[in-house]
């Protein structure tokens, strides 16, 4: 089945900065104007947003020298934002906090501007299993679901889905921040981890109870979905033309379910361009 679907970008450039999310480095951000698909720079080295440049997806997706990049991704994609060049001061994104909402924020500030059009054919569905992890994705209207699952331990089982729009992913998935269980944080710090989070920043699951105030119930499912976005849309599918279905998955399962669904994607040679 073949989409078409409007390019966009930013109108102008807008910058941002904060700590990178693990390492607590301070970071510059900016978001330029572009037609050249989605670009992270640091250090002048530039690198295309693709599954082919995954090197990393320990606590994070990490692009060859660039680090984070999966909730600025997931912002990306929930706004429609289709080219576009991240120039960074450091070499990972910044956790601002712990969510995707201060990406969408700066890049609702300055609108976007449309620069053309594209066509992608989904040729299959595409089904990603590894152990209890599943994926699900077909072309579709854009719904999604994840369904987070902690077995016998506090909060069990939550199931968070929508029917995906840029307005539903501001109001029901970018504010969703990251979290960990009570017992993971001295052993995330201790490695030099999430030093660019805080109390405010992450939401840390006890023994039956947040330790700190959520956001939503199911803030964790939230978080998760959003991350599943930023991740798939390294394979260059716009998320609301999927419908997809996760249970389970993580940053590595998620960036190959991204490399399967890249597989089956082909571009239309009857595209527009700028």
Request: with cysteine; net charge negative.
């Amino acid at each position: 089945m073949e989409v078409s679907f409007a390019r966009k970008t930013v109108r102008s450039s807008i910058r941002l900065t904060g700590k990178g999310l693990h390492s607590g480095e301070p970071v510059d951000v900016e978001f330029v104007p572009s037609d050249g698909g989605i670009v992270f720079e640091s250090g002048g080295v530039q690198t295309r947003a693709t599954v082919d440049e995954v090197t990393d997806t320990t606590r994070c997706t990490r692009l060859s020298g660039v680090s984070t990049v999966e909730h600025a991704m997931s912002a990306l994609a929930g706004l429609g934002v289709t080219d576009v060049l991240v120039r960074m001061t450091g070499a990972e994104l910044p956790a601002l906090d712990g969510s995707a909402s201060g990406y969408v924020a700066a890049l609702d500030s300055v609108g976007l501007e449309d620069i053309g059009t594209a066509s992608l054919r989904l040729f299959e569905r595409v089904f990603y299993v590894d152990g209890d992890v599943r994926i699900g994705i077909s072309v579709g209207s854009g719904h999604w679901r994840f369904d987070f699952e902690c077995g016998e331990r506090w909060p069990g089982s939550q199931s968070f889905e929508c029917q995906l729009t840029p307005e539903a992913f501001r109001r029901e998935i970018a504010g969703a921040r990251t979290f960990a269980f009570e017992e993971e944080v001295p052993l995330l710090l201790g490695a030099g981890l999430g030093q660019g989070l805080d109390s405010g920043s992450a939401l840390v699951i006890g023994h039956g109870a947040y330790q700190n105030p959520a956001r939503w119930d199911d803030e964790p499912a939230r978080h998760k979905l959003l991350d599943l976005i930023g991740d798939l849309y390294l394979a260059g599918m716009p998320p609301f033309f999927l419908n997809v279905v996760a249970v389970k998955s993580g940053h590595r399962t998620n960036v190959e379910a991204a490399k399967r669904l890249s597989a089956h994607l082909r571009s239309s040679p009857d595209a527009e361009t700028p």
